[in-house]
């Protein structure tokens, strides 16, 4: 009943820029939360950015600035616009959604992960 479907990875220099989508499928779900994580090699996984269901952000300190997130309800889908990437960016990138049901409360969904390698 759930599926996430990412988009939009890949390979960049230093400098410049890419952007994610995921594209939810929620049948009978309300979303809350939509957003971004990232886990490089021997790094734990990290939030990268969010956006609730009212448009609040929240951004983690090294993208500040320079990533920006935003969501189209109408598509289920969020975007991630990353510029002045950087090396130290390279990850695999998951999109998340907090989706909501009466009968079964909230919930944390996971996309497959993409992975975006910025070269210096």
């Known amino acids: 009943q759930v599926q996430l479907v990412e988009s939009g990875g890949g390979s960049v220099q230093a400098g410049g820029s890419l952007t994610l989508s995921c594209a939810a499928s929620?049948?009978?779900?309300?979303?809350?939360?939509m957003g971004w994580y990232r886990q490089a090699p021997g790094h734990q996984r990290e939030s990268v950015a969010s956006?609730?269901?009212?448009?609040?952000?929240n951004y983690g300190d090294s993208v500040k600035g320079r990533f920006t997130i935003s969501r189209d309800d109408a598509k289920n889908t969020v975007y991630l616009q990353m510029n002045s990437l950087k090396p130290e960016d390279t990850a695999v990138y998951y999109c998340?959604?907090?989706?909501?049901?009466?009968?079964?409360?909230?919930?944390?969904?996971w996309g497959q992960g993409t992975q975006v390698t910025v070269s210096s």
């Open positions: 998340n959604v907090r989706l909501w049901r009466i009968d079964v409360g909230e919930n944390d969904y």
């Open positions: 956006v609730t269901s009212g448009g609040n952000t």
């Open positions: 929620v049948r009978r779900f309300s979303i809350n939360v």
